[in-house]
């Protein structure tokens, strides 16, 4: 995690327990360099869940439909790939290294009456194969977007969508869009056409 990284994610954190929100801390492995293949490895971010409006702005600037299937990497409760299936119709899956946060997700599934069209996962983003994916939502961390960029791009297939909460992809790929609901920036990066 670079210092910009800690510094922002720790801002956010004061700020949510000021607001009064439950967060829950989980600091990142000693050697979250490298991408594990492991579930068991600790996350490499606090989980602080995306709000409501957040989640709707993402989906929309995706321009998600039916058709999609839409993975959240890290996807805490569920709510990013629950919403997806209830407004739109979408299919989705949710990975996410807590077992407990899983659990959560696939009994708020449930709730919402959407268990058929979503799924999650308890597993690393960094091993999970991407290329059923038509939109990608991430509230990573900037240096782990850096890491994951180049998996995006070999995996989704070109037109797909990757929508980032707060963190960009750095500056070698800059975001296509950038919006602001409630104070939150959301950035939107379309997958080019592969070169020949």
């Not at 600037?61 to 299937?69: C, G, I, N, P, S």
Request: hydrophobic share 45%; glycine share 6%.
């Amino acid at each position: 995690m670079s210092v910009n990284d800690y510094k922002s994610m720790r801002k956010l954190v004061a700020a949510l327990a000021a607001a009064g929100a439950v967060v829950l801390l989980s600091m990142p492995a000693a050697s979250a360099q490298a991408p594990a293949a492991s579930a068991t490895r600790q996350p490499d971010v606090v989980y602080i869940p995306t709000p409501q409006p957040v989640v709707e702005a993402m989906l929309q600037l995706a321009e998600v439909k039916k058709t999609d299937v839409v993975y959240d990497l890290g996807s805490g409760d569920g709510r990013i790939v629950i919403t997806a299936a209830k407004k739109y119709g979408a299919r989705g899956v949710g990975v996410e290294l807590d077992p407990a946060l899983v659990k959560r997700a696939r009994q708020n599934a449930a709730a919402a009456g959407v268990a058929d069209r979503v799924r999650f996962v308890t597993q690393d983003l960094f091993a999970t194969d991407l290329r059923p994916a038509t939109v990608v939502t991430l509230y990573l961390l900037q240096s782990i977007n850096e890491r994951l960029r180049p998996k995006l791009v070999r995996e989704l297939r070109p037109g797909a969508r990757v929508v980032s909460h707060v963190f960009n992809m750095g500056p070698e790929w800059p975001a296509a869009q950038t919006v602001t609901v409630e104070r939150s920036r959301i950035f939107l990066w379309l997958l080019p056409p592969r070169s020949l």
